[in-house]
């Protein structure tokens, strides 16, 4: 069974940074595409940052320039800095990833979320 673990989490002034961490654990053997979403209360889950296994980013423009996403694949764990927080950036934040397992090729994964509040 493969877990995505989400920390880093927390409330922060704007203008602040925060740093999320998340570790595929269990039964994972190797990830591909790992990023992160958030969801805003009343909102859709939208999309933050995807990065591959090789290292190709992808962020959309409300965020370039403030969020860099990186990866360990050998520790099979993405992060997300996060600077220049706005109170707009609050939000439960999603890791997501393709992974593989011994017995599974790339089936797509879920954190359990973990919370950014960014007071004014």
């Known amino acids: 069974q493969v877990q995505l673990v989400e920390s880093g989490g927390g409330l922060v002034q704007a203008g602040g940074s925060l740093r999320l961490s998340c570790a595929a654990s269990g039964s994972a053997v190797s990830t591909e595409t790992m990023g992160w979403y958030r969801q805003a209360p009343g909102k859709q889950r939208e999309l933050v940052a995807t990065?591959?296994?090789?290292?190709?980013?992808n962020y959309p423009d409300f965020v370039k320039g403030r969020f860099t996403i990186s990866r360990d694949n050998a520790k099979k764990t993405v992060y997300l800095e996060m600077n220049s927080l706005k109170p707009e950036d609050t939000a439960v934040y999603y890791c997501?990833?393709?992974?593989?397992?011994?017995?599974?090729?790339?089936?797509?994964?879920w954190g359990q979320g973990t919370q950014v509040t960014v007071s004014l």
């Open positions: 997501n990833a393709d992974i593989s397992t011994a017995t599974q090729f790339l089936r797509n994964y």
């Open positions: 990065i591959s296994r090789g290292g190709n980013r």
